[in-house]
């Protein structure tokens, strides 16, 4: 009899102390009600957004540069362009998200803070004229800009050249030399992060002024019969001359990828892989 009185009385202690310091039991009587456990919320912790990939493209406003803003602007890409005019006469919604700065690559002052933040580059820049001057917009002026964003750190430089169409090239000799200087400082300058985009006749709707000619309506037929003929283009002299068309979103699609994609190879791309490239599903 006196173990149970002892018994009772230490429980009796044990739930008074039980009871003094608050502590709380779950309760399985439905006629009782647990208060909830008491959470205290996590400190927030500000974390800097991602990095957001910034492209300057050289020649932003003409026929394939435009073509590259929309494409890289669709990638989710933070856009400029660098150009002798500035702001393209295009009235399209996605221009308005490009930014659109005036300069002259033979100008090296004229344009250098453009190159602020770029991540990579992509040059559209070429022209025709007397053998000098292409030399000088094919060549010098791409020259410069390869390497200014060298020196800027810009890490991936992307340059939109033209494939060898055997005796043409002797036609526009200072179109190709202008090219072939401006490709050597290239791979020299970038031997990692250098892609040179080979591409022949480029097709799709080109603005001239105010008109719109559909050059699809013959490169596309061209595309299709060339690309199946790629032994004719080894032949002798002609065969240059048999390589296929390529659509300019194809151009631009390969372009945004050779410079955004760190996996992407160096070196040369001729026609038939820019056309390979565009057929992949982008990364």
């Not at 173990?3 to 202690?13: C, D, G, N, P, V």
């Not at 957004?49 to 003409?62: D, M, Y």
């Not at 803003?69 to 006469?89: H, P, Q, Y």
Request: proline letters at 6%; glycine letters at 10%; one cysteine or more.
């Amino acid at each position: 009899m006196s173990r149970l009185i002892q018994a009772r009385f230490a429980l009796s202690r044990f739930s008074s102390v039980v009871s003094s310091r608050n502590v709380r039991f779950l309760s399985t009587e439905s006629n009782k009600t647990d208060e909830p456990f008491k959470v205290e919320e996590a400190e927030t912790v500000n974390m800097p957004p991602p990095p957001t990939e910034k492209l300057l493209v050289l020649g932003g406003n003409g026929f394939v540069g435009s073509h590259v803003c929309k494409e890289a602007l669709d990638r989710g890409l933070t856009v400029a362009s660098l150009s002798r005019t500035g702001r393209s006469s295009i009235q399209d919604s996605w221009a308005n998200r490009v930014i659109w700065n005036q300069g002259n690559l033979l100008s090296t002052d004229s344009w250098k803070d453009a190159l602020k933040g770029v991540t990579s580059v992509i040059s559209c820049v070429g022209g025709f004229g007397s053998n000098s001057h292409m030399y000088k917009i094919n060549g010098t002026a791409n020259i410069n800009a390869i390497r200014a964003a060298s020196e800027e750190g810009v890490k991936r430089f992307v340059y939109i050249s033209a494939a060898d169409f055997g005796i043409v090239n002797y036609v526009l000799q200072g179109y190709y030399e202008g090219k072939r200087a401006a490709e050597t400082e290239l791979l020299t300058r970038y031997p990692y992060g250098g892609i040179i985009l080979r591409p022949g006749f480029i097709y799709g709707t080109r603005r001239v002024g105010s008109m719109k000619l559909p050059l699809g309506v013959v490169g596309s037929p061209l595309e299709m019969i060339l690309q199946r003929a790629k032994p004719l283009s080894q032949l002798p002299i002609v065969g240059p001359l048999f390589t296929p068309p390529v659509n300019v979103t194809a151009v631009a699609k390969v372009a945004v990828r050779a410079a955004t994609d760190p996996v992407f190879p160096p070196g040369v791309i001729d026609v038939h892989g820019i056309l390979r490239y565009s057929q992949q599903r982008s990364v």
